[in-house]
């Protein structure tokens, strides 16, 4: 099956940056978007940003302007880069790549997840 392999998150300070990465990785696959959610405590999970093969983007607007996403298509990567960070961007971060899994019985044509990684922002 295929696997998201999220890294980048931890600790900054209001203001600071950080980037994420993420890395798609099995057999037989190919995906049709990649993007970033973040789940806040006792909130739903948010899209972050997402980026589709046709090279279209969207961001939320509580984002726009200080975070960007780029793929690396051929290396089936996304990495979200965050600047003038706020204390409410404060959340655990997922990747997420919409995708067709042909090593799958019957194909998987849907959504995978990463297992997340934490971004803490202090102010």
């Known amino acids: 099956q295929v696997q998201l392999v999220e890294s980048g998150g931890g600790l900054v300070q209001a203001g600071g940056s950080l980037r994420l990465s993420c890395a798609a990785s099995g057999s037989s696959f190919s995906i049709n978007a990649m993007g970033w959610y973040r789940q806040a405590p006792v909130k739903q999970r948010e899209l972050v940003a997402r980026s589709t093969n046709g090279g279209s983007t969207d961001y939320a607007d509580a984002v726009k302007g200080r975070f960007t996403i780029a793929r690396d298509i051929a290396k089936n990567t996304v990495l979200l880069q965050m600047n003038s960070l706020k204390t409410e961007d404060t959340a655990v971060y997922y990747c997420?790549?919409?995708?067709?899994?042909?090593?799958?019985?019957?194909?998987?044509?849907?959504?995978?997840w990463g297992k997340g990684t934490p971004v803490t922002v202090s102010s």
């Open positions: 997420n790549a919409d995708l067709v899994d042909k090593s799958r019985w019957p194909i998987y044509a849907g959504y995978y």
